[in-house]
């Protein structure tokens, strides 16, 4: 571990002016605070909207093409990852490998600090042929301050197998250079307690992941308009709520809705192009297969 490398030159490292006061604020001027500081995350989105764009383009590309998503870091950047894949499947009805987060640590450290994990390079190169990453996959890089150790070193072996790269960042270019295809730089700027990137910069993150994995999956065919028609049914609040996607798509009431899910086995997609092109299930399931899935493809068939 180097213990003689300064890092207060990294934007998330210095000082914020509007917080200097920090310890001597109401609760009220607290929050105030911290909303004005939080305006911030939007801007930096708009910033970066272009490489977060090309993230999209690229990760869509690989995923089509039999690839998977892995993103992967330490300690709050690594949690937030890892979070964004656990939330994939219910969602989307993606299978749990197709995005996968990686975290120093392992399951341990989701709830137990361990961020002296994070300097060891060779653990995150390790961790690429652990997981069986291939040239076929993206690997999203995630770093506030943009020296992890540990994510420097997956981003380098992925760049070496030839994986596509992604950096997520809150440190402009010049500080923390990364050779990656993807880079993504969201200046939010110093925190309000000096430091603390679980804060703005965990904020923004959190966002970026949620526009990357969401854009994806719409990509991927698995929106209709705004709808998540590829949800998983697994609790009453799905239940409902993919009955009420068929319901507000199709015009049915509620009790014929029930009847075309439940011959769908609870699946969406397939319950409405079998309303809509007056097939069975079976039918309905062959001609989403012969369209990847996508639903606007199998209505023109």
């Given amino acids: 571990?180097?213990?003689?490398?300064?890092?207060?030159?990294?934007?998330?490292?210095?000082?914020?002016?509007?917080?200097?006061?920090?310890?001597?604020?109401?609760?009220?001027?607290?929050?105030?605070?911290?909303?004005?500081?939080?305006?911030?995350?939007?801007?930096?989105?708009?910033?970066?909207?272009?490489?977060?764009a090309e993230a999209i383009e690229i990760t869509s590309a690989a995923l089509a093409n039999g690839g998977k998503l892995f993103y992967i870091g330490a300690g709050t950047s690594g949690r937030l990852g890892v979070l964004d894949a656990a939330e994939c499947p219910p969602t989307f009805c993606t299978p749990p490998e197709l995005v996968q987060g990686i975290l120093a640590g392992g399951k341990d450290a989701l709830v137990k600090s361990s961020e002296s994990l994070e300097d060891r390079a060779e653990d995150g190169a390790k961790a690429i042929a652990d997981y069986g990453i291939t040239a076929k996959d993206v690997l999203v890089g995630i770093t506030a301050g943009g020296t992890t150790p540990y994510v420097q070193g997956a981003l380098a072996e992925a760049n070496n197998i030839g994986a596509k790269t992604v950096f997520v960042s809150c440190v402009p270019a010049d500080q923390v250079p990364c050779d990656v295809d993807v880079d993504i730089r969201l200046l939010t700027g110093p925190e309000i307690l000096a430091g603390s990137t679980?804060?703005?910069?965990?904020?923004?993150?959190?966002?970026?992941?949620?526009?990357?994995?969401?854009?994806?999956?719409?990509?991927?065919?698995?929106?209709?308009?705004?709808?998540?028609?590829?949800?998983?049914?697994?609790?009453?609040?799905?239940?409902?709520?993919?009955?009420?996607?068929?319901?507000d798509l199709t015009d049915l009431p509620r009790e014929e809705a029930k009847v075309l899910l439940d011959k769908s086995q609870r699946k969406v997609k397939t319950a409405l192009l079998m309303h809509w092109n007056d097939i069975d299930a079976t039918q309905a399931e062959d001609l989403l297969t012969k369209n990847t899935g996508d639903l606007r493809a199998s209505l023109k068939v």
């Fill in 1 to 52: 571990m180097q213990t003689n490398q300064s890092r207060g030159h990294l934007l998330t490292e210095q000082i914020n002016p509007n917080s200097q006061n920090l310890d001597q604020l109401s609760a009220l001027e607290l929050v105030d605070l911290f909303n004005a500081e939080d305006n911030k995350t939007i801007e930096a989105i708009a910033a970066a909207r272009e490489p977060i």
């Fill in 198 to 247: 679980r804060l703005k910069a965990g904020t923004v993150t959190k966002m970026v992941l949620n526009i990357l994995s969401t854009s994806v999956m719409v990509k991927l065919g698995k929106v209709y308009g705004n709808r998540m028609i590829d949800v998983s049914v697994t609790n009453d609040k799905l239940y409902d709520r993919a009955l009420r996607i068929i319901q």
